[in-house]
C-alpha cells in the first residue's frame, strides 16, 4: 500500500469550500455570541460549531478521511483520552461542588 | 540521497515520518488537554479582577481565528502545488502561510501587552495564570510553525522544493493544521463561553 496517497488528497475546489464553511462556521459563532435570543442555548450551539469545524479542518485539510485509518487511531486515541480526562475533571470538581451544596441544604433542612 | 532512498516506509507500508508525526499530534492532544482542562477547573475561580468579561476583546479574537483559519486554507493550496509540481504558487502559498501566522503572533502580542497593561499578568489571579499559559503555549506552536514554513519557503525558493518532498511539505502542513485546530477548541471554549 503507498504511504501516501496524493491522487486521492481533495482537489483545490474542496479545499476552497471546506474555508468557505469554515468561515461562515465562525460568522455563525461569534453571531450566536452576540444574539440575545440564543443565550439560553449557547453552550451546546458553540460546542457542535466548535466540533464541526474541527472536523472540517482534520478530515479535509489534514487527510484523515482519506489517508490510513491507522493515522486516525493514532490521532484519536489521544484525543479520546483527552476528553475523558478533561470531563473527569470537570466531574470530579464541579461535581463535588454540587454533591457540598446538596449536602449543606440538606442539613439544613433536617 | 534520491527520494526512494529518503522515505523509509513501515511494515504497514505507511510512511514512518507521517506515523510518527501522528503520534507526535497525539501527544500534543494529551498537553493541551491538560492546559484546557486546567483553565476550565480554575475558571470562575478568581478572587479578583480583571475577570475575562472585563477584558477579552471578542471582534478583535474573531479576527485572529479568520487568520488563522485562512492560513489553514493557505496551507493545503502549498501542499497542492508541491504535488504538482508548480513551484511557483508554492512558494507563493507558503509565504502567505508563515505571513498570515506572523499577523496571528502579532495580535496576540498586541492583546497580551494590553491585558498586563489593564492590570492581568500570570500573577494576578487563577484566571490570568491559566489563560497566559494556556495560550502563550499556543503562541509558542505558532511560533515554531511559522519558523518550520519560513525555512521551507527558503527551500522553494532555492528551488528544492518539488513533488519528491510532498510528504515533507504534508507534515509541516499537519502541524500546521493541528495548531488551527487547538485554536478552534481555545477560541470556543475561552473567549466565547465565559
Redesign the interface.
Same mark, same amino acid.
Not at chain 1, 500500500?1 to 501516501?4: A, F, G, L, N
Given at each position: 500500500?503507498?504511504?501516501?496517497r496524493?491522487h486521492d488528497?481533495?482537489?483545490?475546489g474542496t479545499?476552497?469550500r471546506?474555508?468557505a464553511i469554515?468561515?461562515i462556521l465562525?460568522v455563525l459563532?461569534?453571531g450566536v $455570541?452576540?444574539v440575545p435570543a440564543f443565550h439560553a442555548v449557547? &453552550?451546546p450551539t458553540? %460546542?457542535a460549531?466548535?466540533a464541526v469545524?474541527?472536523a472540517l479542518?482534520?478530515l479535509f485539510?489534514?487527510?484523515l478521511k482519506m489517508?490510513?485509518r491507522?493515522?486516525s487511531f493514532? $490521532?484519536g486515541?489521544?484525543?479520546l483520552?483527552?476528553?475523558v &480526562?478533561?470531563v473527569a %475533571?470537570?466531574f470530579l470538581?464541579f461535581g463535588q461542588f454540587t454533591l457540598r451544596g446538596a449536602g449543606v441544604a440538606g442539613g439544613g433542612g433536617g | 540521497m534520491t527520494h526512494a532512498a529518503a522515505v523509509h516506509h513501515t511494515s504497514m507500508g505507511l510512511d514512518s515520518r507521517k506515523m510518527a508525526f501522528w503520534a507526535f499530534i497525539g501527544s500534543e492532544c494529551l498537553l493541551f488537554g491538560s492546559l484546557i482542562s486546567t483553565y476550565l477547573i480554575y475558571k470562575g475561580k478568581s478572587v479578583v479582577g480583571p475577570y475575562p468579561h472585563d477584558i477579552l476583546n471578542i471582534p478583535f479574537t474573531s479576527v485572529s481565528t479568520f487568520d488563522l483559519l485562512m492560513s489553514s486554507l493557505m496551507m493545503v493550496l502549498a501542499l497542492a502545488a508541491v504535488q504538482r509540481g508548480d513551484l511557483k504558487w508554492a512558494k507563493i502559498w507558503l509565504f502567505a502561510t508563515a505571513f498570515l501566522g506572523i499577523l496571528f503572533l502579532g495580535g496576540q502580542v498586541y492583546e497580551f501587552s494590553s491585558f498586563v497593561r489593564e492590570g492581568l499578568t500570570l500573577q494576578t489571579n487563577l484566571f490570568g495564570c491559566t489563560f497566559f499559559v494556556l495560550t502563550g503555549t499556543h503562541g509558542a506552536h505558532v511560533t515554531v510553525g511559522v519558523l518550520w514554513l519560513l525555512t521551507l519557503w527558503v527551500r522553494a525558493l532555492q528551488g528544492k522544493l518539488g513533488p519528491a518532498q510532498a510528504v515533507t511539505v504534508e507534515i509541516s502542513g499537519l502541524y500546521w493544521h493541528f495548531v488551527d485546530v487547538v485554536w478552534i477548541v481555545i477560541f470556543t471554549l475561552v473567549y466565547l463561553i465565559q
Open positions: 500500500m503507498p504511504e501516501t496524493e488528497h481533495p482537489n483545490v479545499y476552497l471546506v474555508a469554515l468561515v465562525t459563532e461569534v $455570541f452576540y449557547l &453552550v458553540l %460546542l460549531l466548535s469545524k474541527f479542518v482534520v485539510y489534514m487527510h489517508d490510513s491507522f493515522f493514532l $490521532f486515541g489521544p484525543l483520552l483527552a476528553v &480526562v478533561l %475533571l470537570l470538581f | -
